[in-house]
T-cell receptor, first 113, second 114 residues
Framework: KAGVTQTPRYLIKTRGQQVTLSCSPI?????VSWYQQTPGQGLQFLFE???????NKGNFPGRFSGRQFSNSRSEMNVSTLELGDSALYLC????????????FGSGTRLTVV | AQSVSQHNHHVILSEAASLELGCNYS??????LFWYVQYPGQHLQLLLK??????LVKGIKGFEAEFIKSKFSFNLRKPSVQWSDTAEYFC????????????FGSGTQLTVLP
């Protein structure tokens, strides 16, 4: 079966712009979580969606937002980009809203210049 | 809030050597524990997980981990590493009270020399 698909794979944006990242979970998976990975901070939880509802949110500013559609696909948006937002953004999906059996995508590499 | 510590940032071993990567977590309640691996250029993959029961957990590719509750530890082991085990290894914890969030350690880069 197809894995978790994240698009685009790479993105370069200018400071102050906004960006939208997309995640298509494994078919049948209804829970989608997002993580930010940086060399300095490691892997940090952004938020989790289940059945189109945000169930949990990490400690990130309001510039980071997301949503989930009825087909379980999810998007995350970052507004007013800062240089420090440069990171690998990972999406993970699971059948249910628990951490059991999370499958991660390959990520979107965002570079802010 | 929970936290995870991986004390070894970079480990270098020769092929056939034994591996043990340390992982300690800080949380007073019940937790689920995971080890993930990230091979160069690839996505995070689940190596093994512990939810309950036998504290010695066996995962894929010959890896195992032991949960020692009294020490808040979940160390990863492999009796004989191969060059293909070169990767970054992440320990993660999920507090049962916040079932939807994984807290990761900072990772350990393992380099296996042929």
């Amino acid at each position: 079966k197809a894995g978790v698909t994240q698009t685009p794979r790479y993105l370069i944006k200018t400071r102050g712009q906004q960006v939208t990242l997309s995640c298509s979970p494994i078919s049948g998976h209804r829970s989608v979580s997002w993580y930010q990975q940086t060399p300095g901070q490691g892997l940090q939880f952004l938020f989790e969606y289940f059945s189109e509802t945000q169930r949990n949110k990490g400690n990130f500013p309001g510039r980071f937002s997301g949503r989930q559609f009825s087909n379980s696909r999810s998007e995350m948006n970052v507004s007013t980009l800062e240089l420090g937002d440069s990171a690998l953004y990972l999406c993970a999906s699971s059948l249910a809203p628990t951490a059991e059996g999370y499958t991660f995508g390959s990520g979107t590499r965002l570079t802010v210049v | 809030a929970q936290s995870v510590s991986q004390h070894n940032h970079h480990v270098i071993l020769s092929e056939a050597a034994s591996l043990e990567l340390g992982c300690n977590y800080s949380y007073g309640g019940t937790v689920n524990l995971f080890w993930y691996v990230q091979y160069p250029g690839q996505h995070l993959q689940l190596l093994l997980k512990y939810f309950s029961g036998d504290p010695l957990v066996k995962g894929i590719k010959g890896f195992e981990a032991e949960f020692i509750k009294s020490k808040f530890s979940f160390n990863l082991r492999k009796p004989s590493v191969q060059w293909s085990d070169t990767a970054e290894y992440f320990c993660a914890v999920n507090a049962r009270s916040s079932a939807r969030q994984l807290t990761f350690g900072s990772g350990t880069q393992l380099t296996v020399l042929p």
